[in-house]
C-alpha cells in the first residue's frame, strides 16, 4: 500500500526513535505496524492513536537491558557541592545542571532531573533526556560515572555523576555503552585526584564566606541608616564611605576600600553575593584564602582609581570591581595551570567565566548606571595579579617559600597598580566642571574653614591676652586667614552651574560668603597696621553681616 513503510529492517533504536516522533493521523498503517514490532521486541507501548507514543520496556526487556527488572532509579550529585553553594558553583556538565538531583536510566533513556542555576542564586527545574545510543566514553571510578553524549543536530556534551555510594555508580556504569570514540581519552582518575586535592589544598572558603556576610551587613546598616532598599539617591552611602570622585580625590583616599562594601539597592548587592558566591569559592582554592584576599581586596581598589580616573564626578560602590578581579585570576588560573587541570573541569569552568565576564561587559556597555571602568580595573588587575601569584594545586594546604616568593613578586606588581591609578585619579580631578567641581570644592572649603577659624581664633586670644602687638596680629591674619579666603573666593568663582542646579544657591552663598571674609579680614589687617579705630569696626561690622547671612541659611 502506499506510504507503508517497512519497518523490519530498522534497528531497535531507530524503532523507538521512530515511535517518539511519528504522527498517527498522517500514516495510521505505518504506526499500527511500528507498534507491533516494538511489543514484539518487549515495550510496553502506550498512545499512538492521536499523538505520538511512549515505549518504555516490560520487566524481562529490562532484565535483558540492564540485569534487572526494575530500573536504576536513584539520587545524584551533579558537583561536589550540595546544598546553596552546590547550586551556586558552575555547572559540571553540559546541561547547566546543578546540586542535587534524580537519575532513572532503562537501557533506553537516561532521565536527569534537577536545578539549573539562574541569577541571583535562583535555581529553576531542568529535565534532561539523554537517549542511551548517544552516550559513549564511560569512565567510571568509585562513586563517580563521567560519559560524553552525542545526540542528532546537538552539540557533543559530557556530563559527571557523583553517586551516594560505589555500588549504584558501578551498577549503572557497567551497562552503559561501551563505545570509546576516536577523540576518547582517560581523564576521570586525574579529575578525581584533582579534586581531592583541592579540596585538601584548602578544605574550607572562610574569605568567602566573610565577604558575602559583611557585605549584606553593612547593606543592612546603611539601610538602617536610612539607605533606600531598592532605589537609592546615593547621600546615605556616600556618608559611609562610597566613592564619591570629588570627595575621594580631595584626600579621602580611604573611600577607595570602604565603597568596596557598601551598594546601592538590594539587587545591586544580590547580583553581586551572587557573582561572589559562585566563582569565589573555587578562586580561594586555587590560590589560598590569604592570597585570595590579597587579590580581592587589590582588584577592588584598582577598580575604584579607575572608576574616578574614567570619571572624577561619580559616585560608586559595590564588590563588582574585586568580584571582576577574582574573575580575572580565575581566567589566569585556567591559563597556568591548562596542562595540568583535567578538560573535564578546566572546559566549563573556563566557558562559565568568559560567558559571565562578556554578559556583564556588554551590558554595562550598553546599559546607564553601570561601572564599566571599575569593571575593567578589576578584571585587569586580578587576572595580571594572578598569572604571577597561581600555585599547582598539590593537595598541601600549608604555604611553602614559593608560595612566599610569588607573594614579593606580586608587590611591585600591586604598587605599580596602586600608585598608577593615584596619579590618574588625582589627574583627573583637575578636569572637574560644573557639579562635580561644586561638591570637590565644597569639600576642600569644608575642611579649609575650620582650620582658618582656628587660625583666626588662635590669634585674637593672643591679641587679646597682651603679648601679641596690633601689627603681629594683622601679619597673622594675611599670613595664615587670608589666603585660604582669598583661594576660596576665586575657586567658587570658576564653578558653572545650570540654571536649575540644586547647588545653584547654595554655590551663590558661598561666594557671597568668601567675598565678604576676603573684604572683612582685610580691612581688619589694614585697621590694625594703622591703628585706625574706624577701619577696624568696618572690619568687625563686615564680618557679622556675613556671618548672620550664614546663619539665616
Not at 142 to 168: C, K, M, P
Request: hydrophobic share 45%; aromatic share 10%; proline share 4%.
Amino acid at each position: 500500500m502506499d506510504g507503508e513503510i517497512d519497518f523490519t529492517k530498522y534497528s531497535e533504536a531507530e524503532l523507538l526513535e521512530v515511535w517518539g516522533r511519528i504522527d498517527p493521523r498522517s500514516a495510521p498503517i505505518n504506526c499500527a505496524r511500528l507498534k507491533e514490532l516494538l511489543v514484539e521486541r518487549g515495550y510496553i507501548v502506550q498512545g499512538g492513536t492521536l499523538l505520538p507514543g511512549s515505549a518504555t520496556p516490560s520487566p524481562a526487556k529490562l532484565q535483558a537491558l540492564i540485569g534487572s527488572d526494575r530500573p536504576i532509579e536513584c539520587k545524584v550529585t551533579f558537583g561536589q557541592t550540595t546544598g546553596l553553594f552546590g547550586w551556586l558553583e558552575p555547572a559540571h556538565n553540559a546541561f547547566g545542571l546543578v546540586g542535587s538531583g534524580t537519575l532513572a536510566a532503562d537501557g533506553i533513556h537516561v532521565h536527569l532531573s534537577g536545578r539549573r542555576a539562574g541569577l541571583f542564586g535562583s535555581v529553576f527545574k531542568q529535565n534532561v533526556e539523554l537517549t542511551w545510543k548517544g552516550i559513549s566514553d564511560v569512565e567510571w571510578d568509585g562513586n563517580i560515572v563521567h560519559f560524553t553524549y552525542r545526540a542528532y543536530l546537538a552539540t557533543e556534551g559530557a556530563i559527571t555523576l557523583w553517586f551516594s555510594d560505589q555500588a549504584t555508580a558501578k551498577r549503572f556504569a557497567v551497562v552503559l555503552p561501551k563505545e570509546r570514540t576516536a577523540e576518547f581519552h582517560p581523564q576521570l582518575q586525574a579529575r578525581v585526584e584533582f579534586d581531592q586535592n583541592l579540596i585538601l589544598q584548602s578544605r574550607h572558603t572562610p574569605v568567602t564566606v566573610g565577604l558575602v556576610a559583611i557585605n549584606t551587613l553593612v547593606f543592612l546598616v546603611t539601610v538602617f541608616g536610612g539607605a533606600e532598599w531598592i532605589v537609592p539617591r546615593g547621600n546615605v552611602q556616600v556618608a559611609w564611605g562610597s566613592n564619591f570622585g570629588p570627595f575621594t580625590t580631595d584626600g579621602e583616599w580611604w573611600r577607595l576600600l570602604t565603597s568596596l562594601f557598601i551598594h546601592f539597592g538590594v539587587i545591586h548587592l544580590a547580583f553581586n553575593m551572587w557573582a561572589l558566591a559562585t566563582f569565589g569559592p573555587l578562586t580561594e582554592r586555587l590560590y589560598g584564602s590569604v592570597n585570595y584576599l590579597l587579590i580581592y581586596l587589590i582588584a577592588g581598589v584598582t577598580g575604584s582609581l579607575a572608576s574616578i580616573s574614567w570619571r572624577p564626578d561619580v559616585n560608586s560602590a559595590g564588590a563588582s570591581g574585586a568580584i571582576f578581579g577574582i574573575l580575572g585570576a580565575l581566567l589566569a588560573a585556567h591559563l597556568r595551570n591548562r596542562k595540568t587541570v583535567p578538560s573535564s573541569v578546566l572546559q566549563p569552568l573556563r566557558t562559565s567565566t568568559l560567558v559571565f565576564v562578556g554578559y556583564a561587559l556588554l551590558n554595562g556597555f550598553t546599559t546607564t548606571g553601570i561601572d564599566v571602568a571599575a569593571h575593567l580595573g578589576g578584571l585587569t588587575a586580578g587576572f595580571l595579579i594572578g598569572l604571577v601569584m597561581a600555585r599547582p594545586i598539590t593537595g598541601d594546604g600549608s604555604y611553602t617559600r614559593r608560595d612566599l616568593r610569588r607573594l614579593l613578586q606580586m608587590a611591585p606588581l600591586a604598587v605599580l597598580f596602586l600608585t598608577g591609578g593615584l596619579w590618574c585619579a588625582q589627574r583627573a580631578s583637575t578636569s572637574l566642571v560644573g557639579e562635580g567641581l561644586y561638591w570637590h570644592t565644597f569639600h576642600w572649603f569644608r575642611a579649609g574653614e575650620r582650620a582658618a577659624n582656628d587660625h583666626f581664633n588662635a590669634a585674637l586670644g593672643l591679641n587679646t591676652a597682651g603679648p601679641l602687638t596690633q601689627l603681629g596680629f594683622a601679619e597673622q591674619l594675611e599670613h595664615d586667614v587670608l589666603p585660604f579666603w582669598r583661594e576660596a573666593s576665586d575657586r567658587f568663582a570658576v564653578i558653572h552651574l545650570a540654571a536649575g542646579s540644586p547647588n545653584l544657591s547654595a554655590l551663590q552663598l558661598f561666594q557671597t560668603f568668601s567675598d565678604g571674609r576676603v573684604e572683612g579680614y582685610e580691612l581688619l589687617a589694614s585697621g590694625l597696621r594703622r591703628s585706625d579705630r574706624k577701619e577696624m569696626a568696618n572690619a568687625r561690622e563686615k564680618l557679622a553681616q556675613v556671618d548672620k547671612l550664614i546663619q539665616k541659611q
